[in-house]
């Protein structure tokens, strides 16, 4: 049976039956949200951020078909990323939404409306251990940057952060020193999860200016992280920039540029 991919959006869920090819509706989420963070842990889909009107994390379960709430994230997020690793599900980045929050609607149908979205937590993760039910104490991405992209490889999380005229890239060690829970009063305890470190930052052409209109995706395949420039409005730019680094040889490459049906496109890796 081939693997079978899931499109969560915001009220709705897709299933994609790679063996079958053939696409079926399935429960939609709990809360509606936009800019949220998802990844798949131990067979089941854990979303988060992305709503004013929760901090909750919900689970859904393909087998049942059912969302439920599993916890709740000790902050609320919105436009962060999510990925996982041995079991623990990465809530990166984002802004905090504040504390207007009680006059705004759930979606944000406009980020910058009346939002009060600090960039206290663009560069912070929260991290949940799915079996033990608790949240991990982690560092913050040094250098006090944006992260704009995110993904998992071969024992490491690695993010791609901006500081508004550069990218820097960095790895994080999930090494577990113990599980350093969240009491739900916004306290963790005082040791930390993992470890970080920079590396060598991707060899973007001279031309591609790093600001708000860049867009990148990031997936992890086996050995590699494949980082893909997705989206650049500004004109004369060409778009769908690829690049590779290996993980191993801690070098990177380019890979061919995406044709242009591919481009604006979000992007996700799959084991076959």
Not at 77 to 89: A, I, M, P
Not at 236 to 264: M, N, Q, S, T
């Amino acid at each position: 049976v081939g693997p079978r991919i899931y499109l969560v959006g915001r009220n709705n869920t897709l299933l994609y039956d790679t063996w079958t090819a053939t696409v079926s509706t399935r429960a939609s989420m709990i809360f509606p949200r936009k800019k949220f963070a998802l990844a798949a842990v131990g067979g089941k889909i854990y979303v988060s951020g992305g709503s004013s009107g929760t901090s909750a994390v919900e689970e859904y379960d393909p087998e049942t078909d059912t969302w439920s709430v599993v916890c709740n994230a000790p902050r609320k997020r919105y436009g962060c990323l999510g990925t996982s690793f041995q079991g623990v599900f990465y809530v990166i980045g984002g802004l905090r939404i504040g504390a207007t929050e009680q006059n705004l609607p759930n979606l944000f149908p406009r980020a910058s409306r009346g939002v009060e979205a600090h960039a206290a937590y663009a560069s912070s993760m929260d991290l949940f251990d799915v079996e033990a039910r608790v949240w991990l104490r982690s560092r913050t991405v040094p250098g006090g940057g944006c992260v704009v992209a995110a993904c998992a490889a071969v024992g490491c999380v690695y993010v791609l952060t901006s500081h508004a005229v550069e990218l820097s890239f960095w790895s994080f060690h999930a090494r577990r020193k113990n599980h350093n829970n969240y009491n739900g009063n916004d306290n963790y305890n005082n040791n930390v999860f993992g470890e970080w470190c920079r590396i060598k930052s991707p060899p973007l052409p001279a031309q591609v200016r790093v600001d708000s209109r860049i867009r990148f995706s990031c997936v992890g395949i086996g050995d590699k992280v494949i980082l893909i420039q997705s989206l650049n409005e500004v004109r004369g730019v060409k778009e769908g920039f690829v690049f590779v680094y290996d993980c191993v040889a801690e070098e990177w490459g380019r890979g061919v540029d995406l044709p242009e049906v591919y481009r604006r496109a979000a992007y996700v890796g799959v084991e076959c």
